[in-house]
């Protein structure tokens, strides 16, 4: 299984630098330093949010509230920072923000750990709810006024690479850390594994549980705080979808949606693969109509990654 | 290896005082729902010495079990430990003062390797639980295994050993801890006898160190063997403490079953002419791993019991009879026509079997749907016109089921959940009697129902037999299976060990039976 999984890694690792390999036959642009940065830009907050989620999935539940919370967060950023709302200073709000970000998280939690109410159902409720929450904050307008100071989050480059991907790549190696190097990683993969036994062995289950959807609260604050402030404008419509965007990826990536695995390197593969595709498809140059494939074929990879997932299982069974 | 065996956390180990006795449990009593798993049970368990604890299925073993080890939290009682009371009801407190206990079911994490199941949730870790310390925890790992035996490699996911090794896997994960108290329950059930060496090797090292150990297994020779103490539970009463060197085996046996028992079995029935064609025949049915080399018959009207202890694979045969679990070879003959391949429960339906699963809420009802859609459930189609269902039949056919198996509810409409435990079971049953099977399958009709219910569906049983039916009745509850079967086959993990006419039979001889393993137990 272990073997599979790193397989499922370096698959996805060959599959993407085919892709790249093929898409630059055909048009040598797709190679332009500026091309990859912005797909690596894309893919950032995407990577940045699976990172957790991939955690939820090991213990065996799920978030789906991840695109709404994104999108509430962006709107109370904004209302914070603009002159024309509250004005208040950048610093205070990126903190705030933070919070904010890891209270929802943490209300997911705690709904799901210790009232014991379904994950599917809980964050389905905030999916809604959340979305709900953010059109009254932006109350059927945009802000255009993000002050500068915001903005640099967003466009602003540290020794020539952009924020976001230094934001991006401290969460991995936090990630890593976490997943390998500490009690907590540990106790996730192992309630995910076999609850029962975890329950037999006395583990925390209630506050591990608790613990990862806060966590994940505040990645996606992060990754709201890196990506929002790269265009000018906030709108209520922020986040739409990209719950079902970072599920996609971190099952690509061969979490088992059971829980109990889960490789971080699949993950960030596949989060590069999936952000990529729609921009591979427009330099293959097939036409205007193509793009409209990349949502068709995300969903392919999803079912795939699914599919290759329970043949393993059913042939370990069998 | 080093050559001398050292295991960190044992060399730690402070012996206690001889005299103090180590473990006592007063007055522990535990229900779940209605029935009473534990009703003021006491044990003591002294220090360096190993204690056995005996009783039949469902006698409250594992349940004082997870009360002991903190898993569970009793109703009433108290636990101390050299006079201290112990912190009820938390695993890892419980652990912290030196009680380890190793449960049936191996306590393992599949996807995680040897060394992180042998230290999830008691890490060691460095800079303030920041970094794990990995090298040492490996170090120690490999010198718990070692000590078991064991030699597989420490970096394969837990999952893809053997049974026995994922069984060793869990007992390095109790060594590990500084134990005081060591809780083993049936920890040989899946072992072969070089690991059950290593490990009654083990567990001699601990007694001289002072540990008390408490012992459970149905393998009567190890307990013999091993133990200086048993307590002996019966229907989750305390039925006596002994030095096992005053007991004989069946001394033991008539312990755990109890009152020297009168045979209930009923009268013989008038004996059926054997010219009559088996409504069953089964011919050298085996399903890996869980039974082998299965023969039996059951005439028209008989009641065949089927004994045995839980996991000797008597509801993994009713599974494979009724089409739910695949066979791997094996012929099964239904009314004279042998069932074809791969059958399936929609073939044996129609031929005119029907089974009352052992897990009445999960598998044998529809538990929030109505009494009427729960008793019409399996015959939907023959109740049904051109354009689908019609109220009146479905109405009638409740109705009358409701009368014929005297089903206490409010009305048909009642949700089936809101039934006791005996009127649930009376549904399970008459949901298949509308169909008028040839044959039932019987998995533990009684289990769970009060007294007065069980006089009902034993009535009903026998009354079914006498309509012609035949019945496979599967039962743990011995003086049941003694009244009802006509005839009785014992399981021993996985094969028939002896059928017997139920009115020559004993619970004595069925528990001999049923007890894996010992040579000299038929002589």
């Not at chain 2, 109703?75 to 419980?94: C, F, K, M, W």
């Not at chain 2, 920041?130 to 925890?137: I, Q, R």
Request: hydrophobic share 45%.
């Amino acid at each position: 299984m272990l073997g599979l999984l790193k397989q499922r890694a370096a698959g996805l690792f060959c599959f993407t630098f085919l892709a790249l390999g093929l898409v630059s036959l055909i048009n040598p642009a797709f190679l332009a330093w500026g091309n990859l940065r912005d797909i690596a830009v894309q893919a950032a907050p995407v990577c940045i949010i699976s990172c957790g989620l991939m955690l939820v999935l090991v213990l065996g539940e799920i978030d789906i509230s991840v695109g709404s919370m994104m999108g509430v967060l962006a709107a109370s950023m904004g209302a914070m920072v603009s002159a024309t709302r509250w004005g208040l200073s950048p610093w205070i709000a990126v903190i705030l923000t933070m919070i904010l970000g890891t209270l929802m998280g943490a209300l997911n939690g705690w709904l799901i750990a210790y009232l014991r109410v379904p994950s599917i159902m809980v964050t389905l409720g905030m999916l809604t709810a959340l979305r709900g929450v953010t059109e009254v904050i932006m109350g059927g307008t945009w802000i255009t006024d993000l002050p500068p100071g915001i903005r640099y989050l967003g466009t602003g480059s540290w020794m020539g690479l952009p924020i976001c991907l230094w934001v991006c790549a401290g969460v991995i190696v936090l990630s890593t850390w976490l997943i390998h190097r500490t009690p907590l990683g540990r106790r996730i993969f192992a309630i995910g594994s076999q609850p029962r036994a975890a329950h037999l062995a006395g583990l925390p289950i209630q506050r591990v549980k608790f613990l990862v959807f806060a966590w994940t609260g505040f990645l996606t604050a992060l990754a709201t705080l890196v990506s929002v402030p790269q265009l000018s404008v906030v709108d209520s419509g922020i986040g739409v979808g990209m719950e079902l965007l970072v599920v996609t990826c971190v099952v690509v990536g061969g979490t088992s949606v059971n829980g109990g695995t889960g490789h971080l390197s699949g993950v960030v593969f596949a989060v590069l693969l999936m952000t990529m595709i729609s921009t591979l498809l427009i330099f293959m140059k097939l036409g205007e109509n193509a793009t409209y494939w990349s949502r068709a074929i995300q969903g392919l990879f999803i079912l795939g990654a699914i599919l290759l997932d329970h043949l393993v299982r059913s042939k370990k069974s069998s | 290896m080093s050559a001398v065996w050292q295991w960190g956390s044992l060399s730690r180990v402070r012996t206690p005082k001889p005299t103090m006795s180590a473990l006592q449990a007063k007055q522990i009593s535990r229900s779940y729902g209605g029935t009473r798993a534990l009703s003021e049970v006491s044990i003591e368990l002294l220090p360096g010495s190993i204690h056995a604890l005996c009783g039949e299925n469902g006698a409250g073993k594992s349940t004082l079990i997870k009360i002991l080890s903190g898993v569970e939290t009793p109703d009433s009682g108290e636990v101390t430990l050299n006079g201290q009371p112990i912190p009820l009801g938390r695993v890892h407190a419980v652990e912290q003062i030196g009680i380890v206990a190793v449960h049936q079911e191996p306590v393992v994490f599949p996807h995680l390797n040897t060394v992180d199941n042998l230290f999830v949730g008691r890490e060691q870790s460095k800079v303030g639980g920041l970094w794990l310390n990995k090298k040492g925890m490996r170090e120690q790992a490999c010198q718990i295994m070692h000590s078991l035996g064991e030699t597989f490699s420490l970096d394969i996911p837990v999952g893809q050993l053997s049974l026995a090794q994922r069984q060793m896997v869990s007992m390095g994960r109790a060594l590990l801890q500084e134990c005081r108290i060591l809780i083993l329950d049936e920890p040989t059930a899946s072992l072969s006898a070089r690991e059950s060496k290593s490990l009654f090797a083990t567990m001699d090292r601990l007694q001289q160190q002072g540990v008390g150990i408490l012992y459970v297994s149905h393998r009567l020779e190890e307990v013999f063997q091993l133990a200086q103490q048993v307590t002996i539970l019966r229907d989750g009463q305390c039925a006596g403490t002994q030095p096992t060197s005053s007991l004989s085996r069946s001394e033991l046996i008539r312990m755990m079953v109890g009152r020297p028992v009168e045979n209930p079995s009923r009268q013989q029935k008038k004996t059926k002419s054997k010219s009559d064609k088996p409504i069953l025949k089964i011919r050298g049915m085996r399903r890996d791993p869980v039974f082998q080399d299965i023969h039996l018959e059951i005439h028209a009207g008989e009641i065949l019991g089927l004994s045995g202890l839980v996991g000797a694979g008597r509801s993994e045969i009713a599974r494979a009879i009724f089409g739910l679990d695949p066979v791997d070879e094996g012929e099964i003959w239904f009314e004279g026509r042998c069932l074809p391949e791969g059958f399936t429960i929609q073939d044996t339906m129609a031929m005119g079997m029907a089974m009352v699963p052992e897990d009445r809420q999960r598998e044998g009802l529809v538990l929030p749907a109505s009494v009427e859609d729960n008793l019409t459930l399996p015959s939907l189609i023959e109740l049904s016109g051109w354009m689908g269902m019609h109220r009146k039949p479905r109405h009638e056919a409740s109705r009358s089921l409701i009368e014929q198996m005297g089903i206490k509810t409010a009305s048909r409409a009642s949700s089936a959940q809101s039934l006791s435990g005996g009127n649930q079971q009376k549904i399970v049953l008459g949901k298949w009697v509308y169909r008028q099977p040839r044959l039932f399958i019987l998995d533990e009709p009684t289990r769970g129902v009060d007294v007065g219910a069980k006089e009902e569906v034993h009535r009903m049983i026998e009354q079914l037999a006498a309509g012609g039916s035949a019945i496979l009745l599967i039962s743990s509850d011995m003086p049941e299976i003694l009244r009802l079967s006509d005839r009785i086959l014992t399981l021993c993990q996985g094969r028939i060990k002896g059928e017997i006419a139920s009115h020559e039979a004993t619970q004595e001889i069925l528990l001999q039976w049923a007890l894996p393993e010992e040579r000299d137990a038929l002589s």
